[in-house]
């Protein structure tokens, strides 16, 4: 069994800041890659960024918060964060983390970006942004 436990949810006036944690714990033989998605109230769920595990950590962000969030890894903690700037009303959702446990691809700059890409998936936290 694999748990995803994310922190760091609240809420934050609009051009604020958050920044969320996602631990990832129990029987994990191999990590390959690690996401945030997103689903707003009446919306699918849509991709948010992901880091890959091995090397430096090849990094993918959807156009709509590239320049204002920063996705980073802490190997030895299992741990992937997103570091939330200018934060805006339309950022409001639920942030949910999730794993790659199988490698998708073997080229390197594979980006991880497809549901189907992760293989476990948080419970999610509200990110609520105010106008």
């Known amino acids: 069994q694999v748990q995803l436990g994310e922190s760091g949810g609240g809420l934050v006036q609009a051009g604020g800041s958050l920044r969320l944690s996602c631990a990832a714990s129990?029987?994990?033989?191999?990590?390959?890659?690690m996401g945030w998605f997103r689903q707003a109230p009446g919306k699918d769920r849509e991709f948010v960024s992901s880091?890959?595990?091995?090397?430096?950590?090849?990094?993918y962000y959807a156009d709509s918060v590239k320049g204002r969030f920063t996705i980073s890894r802490d190997n030895a903690k299992s741990t992937v964060y997103l570091q939330m700037n200018s934060l805006k009303p339309e950022d409001t959702a639920v942030y949910s983390c999730?794993?790659?446990?199988?490698?998708?691809?073997?080229?390197?700059?594979?980006?991880?970006?497809?549901?189907?890409?992760?293989?476990?998936w948080g419970q999610g936290t509200q990110v609520t942004v105010s106008s």
């Open positions: 999730a794993l790659a446990l199988r490698r998708r691809s073997y080229d390197d700059t594979y980006y991880y970006a497809k549901d189907s890409d992760f293989d476990s």
């Open positions: 129990g029987r994990i033989f191999s990590m390959y890659a």
């Open positions: 880091i890959t595990w091995s090397g430096g950590g090849v990094t």
